[in-house]
């Protein structure tokens, strides 16, 4: 005589194994999935933002810093040397000079943030203007072509390698990310 199943466990043998194999292939491709999309994240955008940049550093003429308090310009004379075209000239160090664009020709972004306006303030990579904590620097050759443009935003202070710091940027027109970066940028004054 054959038994009655119980409630509860009429699943077969067959159907268990059917149903376990099933769910193991789903916790797989969920698995792969999610790691795909951090690498995507963390890889994709690694590399350096102005790759350029270094190559061509010796063309850059004129770098304008513009921020809530104003406008900076820093110009090449026909001597090689710098100075702030709003002061008449007054001597710019070559070394910052120098700092300030290998600092951008290094920028790598390590994170996508956000792509909504209204959110760019927490950030401080909003669009410069008066009140603004952002700093927009724009590099220039002397045809006046901008070789590179971004703006710089606030330090993220829990992240810190090798004297790069965190520090969330934004090119004009684009999103907003976390970068890797060694900037030290002048804040215009009025």
Known sequence: RKRAPEPGNAMKPTTFLIVLAATAVCVAAATVA??????????????????????HANDVATITIDSGTGTLTIARASDG???????????????????LVAGLAEVRLLEPKTDQSERYARLEVEDPAPGAKSKRVTLGDAAGTSLAALIVGRENYSFDLNGLRGVYVREPGGRAFLAEAALDVPTPTV
Not at 87 to 99: A, E, F, I, Q, S
């Open 81 to 99: 040397a710098w100075g702030l075209v709003e002061n008449d000239g007054y001597p710019v160090p070559t070394d910052m000079v120098r700092r």
């Open 34 to 55: 999610v790691v795909k999309e951090q690498r995507a994240t963390v890889a994709a955008p690694g590399g350096p933002l102005f790759a350029e940049l270094l190559d």
